[in-house]
């Protein structure tokens, strides 16, 4: 394992910065930019405390402004020591507060705020989507603690460092959400090399884009490969011998899947037991799925899908622990805010032309994490597992989506007239409530204050999972879906394969609120 290194500490700067102001509760703050718009937004952030976000520093490239006061925040030092001071003062979140910066400039400022353990935000936020002029009270929008219904937690910690740095890393599923995020901050902790897996040549194209400013399409950190295809997987894995896999290729749309479930056994079941085979073939030292919370009890060809793949590998890091030849675990995740596809898109995109917000229930309700949320939560358990565990996040009580709709309308400051919402019922597979472990999981803390485990037991693991997989396989394989669903409910006991669609409630709703 490589030694720990923390970023350089620029010279002259102070080890820790002046107390917060009395009675802040806020997360301490770094805001990059010592401008109009920085300067206003820290008087903003200052003045009002419900933004959760609590100024403690500024940096600005101007050496005219060093030392100065901005609304009563020092200017720390330039953008270039941005890792080194964010680890200095304890800085949990960076807000880039400087219009205009070109698109590389503002991912390496990401990056170097992601190396120290820091959440990023931006100035204007994913209120530009929407044609708003941004001013200072604009940064509302950016505390999600209102529509999460918790504060958010930042859960990666610079000793993250010490399972990436120096070592190949593989991301497969690179070029959705929660990949590319996952890639960005793998990037910053000094990866011998990262691998960039999808079947989508375009997701690759949008993320080296994204990541180097530039999409030559040459570099070998490009992989197009499915992971359904069995030779390809052992191929990659033969060349490229990775360290560190994080699995984050998946079908994740759960009605599609319901639809579909030999699509959604091949891909999440199949593809996640190819990975973990090769990646025991050819010594990965460890291996990461993500999972969802759909995974316990499931209900849903999605979730069911998903609890297989967590079992193949809990059951995998059983054996690989036995031999000493690697550690495999699994992360659990609510919905993710600002992934695509997720509700927070689906609903600014409602909002934005002007019809109905769809809402599945009056009464349902989801988790919700922000994307910082879920890349922390992979990062860290891939630096606390010990082989066979499903890491979870905890996050607080699960958040009414009619509350969400409301509070996201709120603060894009459209009136009660302005939205209406319409009632869809439950879609076939749907849960009204989720939750983040299974009746017969124990629920097991870890080194981190907010991240519980579940380790499998006899119990938990059938005693003939290969001989159930290879049956379930082959009826996927030749798109028997009744069979499929059959042979997930024979491998997942209490599994319902097929769950009612629940009528819009009859009784009457307003359409706004």
Same mark, same amino acid.
């Given at each position: 394992?490589?030694?720990?290194?923390?970023?350089?500490?620029?010279?002259?700067?102070?080890?820790? &910065?002046?107390?917060?102001?009395?009675?802040?509760?806020?997360? !301490?703050? #770094?805001?990059?930019? $010592?401008?109009? +718009? =920085?300067? *206003?937004?820290?008087?903003?952030?200052?003045?009002?405390?419900?933004?959760?976000?609590?100024?403690?520093?500024?940096?600005?490239?101007?050496?005219?402004?060093?030392?100065?006061?901005?609304?009563?925040?020092?200017?720390?030092?330039?953008?270039?020591?941005?890792?080194?001071?964010?680890?200095?003062?304890?800085?949990?979140?960076?807000? &880039?507060?400087?219009?205009?910066?070109?698109?590389?400039?503002? !991912?390496? #400022?990401?990056?170097? $705020?992601?190396? +120290? =353990?820091? *959440?990023?935000?931006?100035?204007?936020?994913?209120?530009?989507?929407?044609?708003?002029?941004?001013?200072?009270?604009?940064?509302?929008t950016l505390d999600v603690n209102r529509l999460i219904g918790r504060h958010e937690v930042h859960v990666a910690s610079p000793d993250v460092r010490t399972v990436i740095e120096g070592r190949r890393v593989l991301v497969t599923g690179a070029g959705g959400s929660i990949g590319s995020e996952l890639c960005r901050q793998v990037q910053a902790f000094g990866p011998a090399a990262l691998y960039m897996l999808d079947h989508d040549e375009s997701n690759l194209h949008r993320l080296q884009l994204d990541i180097w400013g530039e999409a030559l399409l040459t570099d070998e950190s490009l992989v197009i490969a499915d992971i359904r295809d069995r030779p390809r997987i052992q191929q990659i894995f033969r060349d490229l011998r990775p360290d560190v896999v994080f699995h984050a290729a998946a079908h994740k749309h759960l009605p599609l899947l319901e639809r579909h479930p030999s699509e959604a056994v091949k891909s999440n079941v199949l593809g996640t037991d190819h990975l973990v085979e090769a990646a025991l073939a050819t010594g990965v030292e460890r291996f990461v799925l993500i999972s969802t919370d759909k995974a316990a009890d499931p209900t849903s060809v999605l979730g069911a899908s998903k609890r297989l793949a967590e079992l193949i590998v809990q059951a995998n890091a059983r054996d690989a622990r036995n031999l000493g030849t690697g550690v495999f675990a699994a992360v659990r995740f609510g919905n993710v805010l600002g992934s695509r596809g997720s509700l927070l898109s689906v609903l600014e995109e409602q909002l934005r032309s002007g019809g109905p917000v769809t809402v599945t229930h009056p009464d349902v309700t989801r988790f919700f994490m922000t994307i910082e949320e879920a890349v922390g939560l992979v990062l860290e358990a891939g630096r606390m597992a010990e082989g066979g565990e499903v890491f979870v996040l905890d996050m607080g009580e699960p958040v009414r989506i009619v509350d969400l709709v409301h509070n996201f309308a709120e603060q894009v400051q459209l009136g009660a007239d302005e939205v209406e919402i319409r009632y869809t019922g439950l879609r076939a597979g749907e849960k009204l409530n989720e939750a983040l472990f299974s009746d017969n999981e124990e629920r097991l803390p870890t080194a981190h204050p907010r991240i519980f485990a579940t380790v499998a037991d006899h119990a938990t693991v059938p005693e003939d999972l290969a001989g159930g997989l290879t049956g379930l396989y082959g009826a996927a394989t030749v798109n028997s879906d009744p069979e499929v669903r059959e042979r997930l409910a024979a491998l997942l006991p209490g599994y319902q394969t097929a769950h009612p669609k629940t009528p819009a409630p009859a009784t009457p709703y307003p359409d706004g609120f």
């Open positions: 394992m490589s030694p720990h290194r923390t970023a350089a500490r620029p010279s002259g700067a102070r080890t820790l &910065l002046p107390a917060q102001r009395a009675g802040s509760t806020g997360l !301490r703050t #770094l805001v990059v930019g $010592a401008g109009s +718009a =920085g300067t *206003a937004l820290v008087r903003d952030l200052d003045r009002t405390p419900e933004f959760g976000l609590q100024p403690v520093g500024v940096l600005d490239d101007d050496p005219g402004k060093a030392g100065l006061d901005v609304s009563g925040s020092p200017v720390l030092g330039p953008l270039a020591d941005l890792t080194g001071l964010a680890l200095a003062h304890g800085v949990q979140v960076v807000v &880039l507060a400087i219009p205009g910066l070109p698109h590389q400039r503002v !991912r390496e #400022l990401a990056t170097a $705020a992601a190396a +120290a =353990g820091a *959440a990023v935000r931006y100035l204007p936020s994913f209120l530009s989507a929407l044609r708003r002029e941004v001013v200072g009270s604009d940064m509302r």
